[in-house]
């Protein structure tokens, strides 16, 4: 499997392209911004995007999802239940003194447990309410990697202080979900660096 995963926006927001090498199809997940950043990729690897994923509404990880569908013709999926974030869309980018971009309800909203395929990459939808009311993580068992969105970070965890963050029920979406996964899966956050489960079960403060 091709990964590329690059740093976008202000905000650093981990945009990450999965594809196939050979269907040449891709998933990208969050593509918050730089879209001619995230076209380069995949032109490098002569890949088509199938599906964009975004794990949460939040302004860096959504703003762009629009843009790279408007080009590319994908469906856009994320979790319904982040639509109250959507509603606040100008509140969230007078946050961060961004422009408001247009986001619009997905295309589809996934179950858990559901698989977002296209030819060759197998990623199953994990809901883990807590960051968001909608967070999700994208879980590749085949590539022991786990796209975790803003769940969990290396030595760190989700900020619960923005509207639909829960404290209890982030502890326990990484309680019961994340840190039963395999010590060895790949653990690629919303932003800053890689860790693996393994580090996180041993070393996060905020699991202990
Ligand atoms: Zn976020």
Redesign the pocket.
Known sequence: MIRETLAVGLLGCNCTVLGDEASREAIVVDPGYDIPRILAVLAQHQLTVNQIVVT?A?I??IASALTLKEITGAPILYSKDDLPLVAIMDWQAALFQLAVPEVRPPDHSPAEGEWVNVKGVEAMVMLTPG??EGSLCLYLPAEDLLLA??TLFAGGV?RTDFPGGDSGKLMASLRERLLLLPDATVVVP?HGPETTIGIERRTNPFLA
């Open positions: 949460h939040h860096d990880h960051h968001s969105g803003d989700g919303g």
